[in-house]
């Protein structure tokens, strides 16, 4: 069973005025994402809005970052659903369109108990035979995985890694603790990523990269090689361009950020609006600190 490390990019979902992914944009940012060093990519996080498209225009972004791809890095887009049978439906669209591995999370409507949220991700898991990355995140889930379960849940082979984006360290030692030899641990939130690699994880699925990739590679360059006071202060940094997707709608800064780069990644999807005046000027800001190498202050 494949698995997965380094800077992996949540890329955008470039789309026309009429809603169709534009390919050819989706390649060049995947180019250029590749060619900075990036390990992998993963199309249908938040960054990529993937609770605002239909099912055809997921099953089109997957199409196009694996044809962009071409086997370079590997493509692991996100899959999320309320229902069993949507993940499953996903998934499989997933392995058809030549993905090498996804990102599982589960959406939330009625609360769930613990053996029904662990019946999601094995129903998952049993349906496919692609690596499975499990991604808990406390402000999309109703009921989070419990380090108990992630240890059951770690028994499956085809569950081979975990992007915990609770900010909580213990937790994250827990989860160590109890399964680091059994899955991969990867950072999720912009703030944490080098304590969790300082901890023994092994890398960073990273809403930034899509935008600062050479930023977020030599963050992980400088964890691998145990340079923490180095891997600190770009943190800091990194953290500081973040601070203005924490403050305005994520996916119409990055798509904004990408559009100053150069990138025709057209607007947020409705009923989401682009970026305001006042957050273009706090993006171009950051994106001009970064640059010099020095914190901005959103």
Not at 67 to 77: D, N
């Amino acid at each position: 069973m494949a698995r997965f490390h380094g800077i992996i990019p949540y890329l955008v979902t470039p789309l026309d005025a009429e809603g169709r992914i534009e390919a050819g944009v989706m390649a060049a940012l995947c180019d250029d994402l590749i060619a900075a060093g990036v390990h992998g990519l993963t199309p249908l996080g938040s960054t990529g809005e993937f609770a605002y498209l239909d099912e055809a225009q997921k099953r089109e972004a997957v199409a196009a970052v694996v044809a962009a791809a071409a086997g370079r890095v590997p493509v692991l887009p996100g899959v999320a659903s309320t229902a069993i049978r949507g993940a499953v439906a996903q998934a499989k669209a997933c392995r058809a369109a030549g993905a090498d591995g996804i990102v599982l999370i589960l959406d939330a409507y009625f609360p769930l108990t613990e053996a029904e949220v662990e019946r999601y991700f094995l129903s998952v898991a049993d349906a496919t035979d692609l690596p499975i990355i499990l991604y808990t995140n406390p402000n999309f889930q109703r009921a989070d995985l419990s380090v108990a379960s992630i240890a059951r849940l770690a028994r499956h082979p085809n569950i081979v890694g975990i992007k915990d984006a609770s900010t909580n360290t213990g937790r994250l030692l827990s989860i160590l603790n109890r399964v680091g030899d059994d899955l991969d641990v990867f950072a999720a939130s912009s703030h944490i990523a080098a304590s969790v690699m300082m901890l023994g994880g092994k890398g960073w699925f990273a809403g930034p990269a899509c935008v600062i990739p050479r930023d977020c590679l030599a963050l992980y360059r400088l964890c691998r090689e145990g340079n923490w006071p180095e891997a600190v202060a770009l943190q800091k940094r990194v953290w500081a361009f973040n601070e203005v997707f924490a403050r305005y709608n994520l996916a119409a800064c990055v798509k904004a950020a990408l559009q100053m780069q150069g990138y025709a990644v057209g607007d947020p999807v409705p009923p989401q609006s682009p970026a305001s005046p006042e957050a273009r000027a706090a993006i171009a800001a950051a994106l001009a600190a970064v640059s010099a190498g020095t914190p901005s202050h959103p």
